[in-house]
């Protein structure tokens, strides 16, 4: 279950302002299942045609979790722009999930 | 699973038993009476650098190594490859380990300050990494080492303890038998977050003190839920091979004792005692002030025991081994050759080097590896210099237990600092031996000499006599002491005490002869007298007989002469007679 949004659109931009998302989940569970609904509205909103997303099923592949270093479940891992950050839970806290992607609120 | 650990249990229990997993960790299953409770998970907790990981590390590794049982190593702590060089130390090879499929070790990294907490969380990831782990290799064997890192990377304590919760079940449910460690709270608190609360089979509680200066470590089963456990404070012993405890006072007084006899090496000693020398499996003191030789006591015991082929094991305090070697050729008491013949072994170590507990592992544990016959240990009261008199002697008391249920002799030394003797009981361990030695110094006419003398020996006939001890080039003896009309003579003193009899004796001798020859001569005389005497007698006699045969032969002539007359009268003398009938 991989979605990926790419989207490279009008407004010509760098790569390197693309944000590089990946959504860790545990199936439909429903923190995970809200983590991405609240995830893709925040996505949309505010990094519209300048991320791209990857969402991963843990169960799916065990061996991630080791390698990735998951501990709490969902979570976001910001792989670019640096710093690496982590986003856990369900997104529901939209300034906490802002702050972490490094995003002012108003733009 | 049961089955196959009661099969490596060391002991067997006749009645029902919680089914627990020998750690395999030295001297902890004795207290715990067979290991930790399987399949459920134990806490170990206690203070920074107090040995947490490597216990739990232990338990894993000799889970692999002695009861082929994977295991699975959770590190917040520390990285893999810090952890697996951390105990490269103490034999354990990690690397190779993992390679062989038997052990994994998972390092979780977890940083708050890279975490933004967005919302409703689980810590599914970590069930999925422990449950991958466990199934990758079979793992029967689990350790958390620390889990309560978890609460300073995550801030939703709710969520946190709902899933601690959720993971000592799941723990339970898949079977494996883990140890979760902890680092000891403030106040009442065993750990931090009070895991106690979620891991309430079994608890160890870890120590580290600092007592004078000197570390011990120590451990405590605080609960163990359904078993029966060793409650006192055990000392342990990090060394080269690993954590050892020593489970010192589960030991009873049930030992067997022998009759058998061993020497001590001096002839006249074992003369005092009995004829024989002490009890195999005994214990000897032998105490005196400075200078007196119980070093020399000690080396010849230790000459002796290796001659008659056994093994002995000298503790040395004081001297460094060369040092007692180089000595003791002076009184011609070769150790050199049985240190050579691996029959003698020294232990040379300061006291100071660790504290008592750690003192008594140590020896514990050489002990069990060279299985000797008799045990040294030179200077017992060396040892007051690391822990006061009542700690010494409680751990002798524990040394003496475990020697004599290994049937080992042991002779300790200690010196008195005062010269009244009966006052200083040597730490109080007199009351615990069999035989009390006591060599003391006697300070007599100008001169310093050694006595010896026993002040008891259990079960055996002993000489209650004061002994001359006497050190020499050919080795020790012990000699009578003089008891002349002044009292006891010991030294310059009795010799010349001999000297002077000798000579008396010679005097006497003299004296005696010319008293003989008087008497001799006044017997002459007498008998010259009485030969006089006798031939004086002869005389009168023969004086006396001539009279008497005179008196007759005149008495007769007198007769012939009357009846010849009256013969010549014609009387008739038968005729007158017959008429008279």
Redesign the interface.
Same mark, same amino acid.
């Given at each position: 279950m991989i979605e990926q949004h790419r989207v490279t659109e009008e407004n010509n931009l760098v790569s390197e302002d693309i944000y590089r998302l990946r959504l860790?989940v545990?199936g439909a569970?429903p +923190?995970s299942s #809200?983590?991405i609904s +609240?995830l893709k509205d925040i996505c949309e909103t505010y990094l519209k045609g300048r991320y791209e997303l990857e969402i991963i099923d $843990?169960?799916q592949q065990?061996?991630i $979790?080791?390698n990735e270093? !998951? !501990?709490?479940?969902? $979570?976001?891992i910001k792989k670019f722009p640096f710093?690496? #950050? #982590?986003? !856990?839970? =369900?997104?529901? =806290?939209l300034n /906490? $999930?802002l /702050?972490?992607l490094s995003i002012a609120a108003n733009t | 699973m049961t089955n196959h650990h009661h099969k490596n249990k060391k002991t067997v229990f006749n009645y029902p038993q919680i089914p627990k997993t020998p750690t395999g960790i030295n001297g902890l299953d004795e207290i715990t009476e067979g290991g930790i409770p399987t399949g459920r998970p134990t806490l170990i907790c206690g203070g920074a650098g107090c040995g947490k990981t490597l216990m739990s590390l232990e338990f894993i590794v000799r889970g692999i190594t002695q009861f082929n049982e994977p295991g699975v190593f959770m590190a917040f702590e520390e990285k893999t490859a810090e952890l697996a060089m951390n105990v490269t130390s103490l034999g354990f090879d990690l690397v190779k380990l993992q390679e062989e499929k038997k052990l994994k070790l998972d390092y979780v990294h977890i940083d708050r300050s890279e975490i933004e907490e967005t919302g409703e969380y689980d810590l599914e990831g970590l069930f999925i990494r422990l449950g991958f782990a466990i199934d990758s290799i079979g793992a029967k064997r689990v350790v958390l080492d620390t889990i309560e890192s978890l609460f300073s990377g995550l801030t939703n304590q709710g969520i946190l303890r709902a899933e601690l919760r959720r993971l000592f079940t799941w723990l339970k449910e898949k079977g494996v038998t883990a140890i979760i460690t902890g680092e000891r709270g403030e106040g009442n608190t065993f750990t931090r977050q009070g895991l106690e609360e979620y891991v309430s089979d079994c608890v160890i509680l870890l120590d580290h003190r600092v007592i004078n200066q000197i570390s011990t470590r120590r451990l405590r089963v605080l609960k163990y839920r359904g078993s029966l456990h060793g409650t006192n404070e055990y000392p342990f012993l990090i060394d080269e091979d690993g954590i050892s405890v020593l489970p010192v006072t589960s030991l009873k007084l049930e030992k067997e004792v022998s009759t058998d006899r061993i020497s001590s090496g001096i002839p006249a000693l074992d003369k005092m005692l009995d004829k024989k020398g002490f009890f195999k499996g005994g214990s000897v003191l032998v105490s005196g002030t400075a200078g007196t030789g119980k070093t020399s006591i000690a080396a010849c015991f230790a000459n002796e025991t290796c001659k008659q082929q056994k093994r002995c094991l000298y503790f040395a305090f004081e001297e460094s081994p060369k040092q007692i070697i180089r000595n003791m050729k002076s009184i011609s008491v070769d150790l050199q050759q049985h240190v050579d013949d691996e029959l003698l072994m020294f232990h040379a170590s300061r006291p100071t080097l660790y504290g008592l507990e750690q003192h008594l592992v140590a020896m514990y544990k050489i002990i069990q590896s060279f299985k000797p016959d008799v045990v040294i240990l030179d200077p017992i009261t060396n040892l007051v210099t690391i822990g006061s008199v009542s700690e010494v002697k409680a751990m002798l008391i524990r040394l003496i237990d475990f020697l004599q249920e290994e049937q080992i002799t042991v002779m300790f030394t200690a010196l008195t600092l005062n010269s009244v003797v009966s006052e200083q009981t040597d730490e109080g361990v007199s009351s615990l031996v069999d035989t009390w030695l006591l060599v003391r110094d006697i300070e007599f006419n100008g001169e310093r000499n050694r006595g010896m003398y026993i002040m008891k020996s259990r079960g055996m006939k002993h000489s209650n006599q004061v002994r001359e001890f006497i050190i020499t080039d050919k080795g020790i003896d012990l000699v009578d002491v003089y008891l002349g009309p002044d009292g006891v003579l010991i030294g310059s003193a009795r010799e010349a005490q001999k000297l002077q009899e000798k000579t008396g004796e010679v005097l006497r001798t003299n004296a005696l002869s010319m008293k003989d020859r008087e008497i001799d001569r006044k017997r002459k005389v007498l008998q010259a007298k009485i030969a006089s005497l006798q031939s004086e007698f002869e005389s009168a006699e023969e004086e006396l007989n001539r009279i008497s045969i005179e008196e007759e032969l005149v008495k007769k002539i007198t007769e012939n002469n009357r009846s010849a007359l009256t013969k010549l009268r014609r009387g008739d003398v038968h005729n007158e007679n017959n008429n008279g009938i």
């Open positions: 860790f545990t569970t +923190n #809200r983590a +609240n $843990v169960y065990p061996l $979790v080791e270093q !998951i !501990i709490a479940l969902p $979570v976001l710093p690496e #950050r #982590r986003l !856990i839970g =369900d997104m529901s =806290d /906490k $999930v /702050k972490g | -």
